[in-house]
């Protein structure tokens, strides 16, 4: 990924929004402490949402993109029962596992793009 569109990447984070909303009301910035569970506790994946808005963190990623964003059709939203987790991206074309900060790169890289020509 070259440095360019790592740093949309970045412009468009969730987090990167968040604290720029979190600037103009003059309330403290993100420092990015999460609470996460331990490893190897895994929220029960309930299925994917056919039909429904892709989640928005992602959306805002996917829409500041200038580049081409081809085999979008092969990525699939997985959501958790458990609201407190982001969804995670699986891509049928290269069996590849994304979560919303990585999606991006994965669909702007080589095997991705490779893959949907090789299957069109």
């Known amino acids: 990924m070259t440095g360019a569109v790592t740093y949309?990447?970045?412009?468009a984070?969730?987090?990167?929004?968040?604290n720029v909303e979190n600037?103009?009301?003059?309330?403290?910035?993100?420092?990015?402490?999460?609470k996460?569970?331990?490893?190897g506790v895994l929220?029960?994946?309930t299925g994917t949402r056919p039909g429904r808005a892709i989640f928005p963190a992602t959306k805002?990623?996917?829409?500041s993109c200038t580049k081409p964003l081809i085999g979008m059709s092969f990525i699939t939203e997985c959501q958790v029962?458990?609201?407190?987790?982001?969804?995670?991206?699986l891509c049928q074309l290269c069996q590849g596992k994304c979560d919303p900060r990585t999606l991006l790169?994965?669909?702007?890289?080589g095997k991705h793009r490779i893959a949907y020509f090789v299957s069109s």
């Open 8 to 11: 949309e990447c970045h412009l």
């Open 105 to 109: 790169s994965h669909i702007l890289g």
């Open 36 to 39: 996460r569970k331990p490893k």
């Open 81 to 89: 029962s458990d609201g407190n987790f982001e969804p995670r991206y």
């Open 23 to 34: 600037m103009k009301i003059g309330a403290p910035r993100d420092t990015g402490s999460m």
């Open 43 to 45: 929220p029960e994946v």
């Open 60 to 63: 805002a990623i996917l829409d």
């Open 13 to 18: 984070g969730a987090r990167h929004l968040k």
